[in-house]
């Protein structure tokens, strides 16, 4: 069974400044997706990035990017220029990409909390 | 654009009663995932569907009952409940079985009493 581990319980950040949260997993698998969520006060879960496991440039969506690390089983997250609205609870999350018995079911970390202080 | 909607959004409910969730996914998307987060918690897989047949099962306790119907909504059917079981249940939905990206609900937020 696939696990991921989030050893950041809770991080912060000055607005404007960079923040890396970080996300190891492990698997036997090698066709995977990793991905970063979002979940603000509202719970609402949102797709912050993915990742394709065989691909070896690393994801970027505008003030994010993921440092993917596919040996190491790492997985982190930047969030430059970090904003008031960045802050919420982030789950790394896996996906296998094998089929079948864990068909789309997403596999997530324990969460790390993000403040941003003004 | 359409989201996944989930209801009812918040419900009170007493031990040993039965509490229904229903969730109906975004237009033309085929498979419905639950999942349940407890307190602090991070969210925990329960069970899938994709065309309307069970994919996949988690850790979904034998007193929960889950199906999807020919419209595609899906509802979580929870009976003798626990104090153990107010979380927040969201739903999930994709397009193209297990391949497709996951859009989430707002979540239903069950508490027992």
């Known amino acids: 069974a696939q696990t991921v581990t989030q050893s950041q319980p809770e991080m912060s950040v000055q607005e404007a400044e960079t923040v890396t949260l970080s996300c190891t997993y492990d698997?036997?698998?090698?066709?995977?997706?990793l991905f970063w969520y979002k979940q603000p006060p509202s719970r609402q879960m949102i797709l912050v990035i993915r990742?394709?496991?065989?691909?070896?440039q690393n994801a970027t969506e505008n003030r994010f990017s993921v440092n993917f690390q596919k040996a190491a089983k790492s997985f982190s997250l930047k969030i430059s220029d970090s904003q008031l609205g960045d802050a919420a609870m982030y789950f790394c999350?896996?996906?296998?990409?094998?089929?079948?018995?864990?068909?789309?079911?997403?596999?997530f970390g324990q969460g790390t909390i993000l403040t941003v202080h003004p | 654009a359409a989201g996944v909607i989930q209801s009812p959004r918040h419900l009170i409910k007493e031990k040993r009663e039965t509490a229904t969730l229903k969730c109906y996914p975004i237009?033309?998307?085929?498979?419905v995932y639950w999942y349940q987060q407890g307190p602090g918690q991070d969210p925990q897989f329960l069970i899938s569907f994709y065309e309307k047949m069970q994919s996949d099962k988690g850790s979904i306790p034998d007193r929960f009952s889950a199906q999807q119907f020919s419209d595609y909504h899906s509802e979580l059917n929870m009976s003798s409940l626990e104090l153990g079981d107010s979380a927040l249940y969201f739903c999930?939905?994709?397009?193209?079985?297990?391949?497709?990206?996951?859009?989430f609900g707002e979540g239903s937020r069950l508490t027992v009493l």
């Open positions: 999930a939905s994709s397009a193209g079985g297990w391949t497709g990206e996951l859009f």
């Open positions: 237009p033309r998307h085929d498979t």
């Open positions: 990742q394709e496991a065989y691909k070896q």
């Open positions: 698997t036997s698998e090698s066709d995977y997706y």
């Open positions: 999350a896996y996906r296998s990409d094998a089929g079948g018995t864990s068909y789309g079911k997403l596999t």
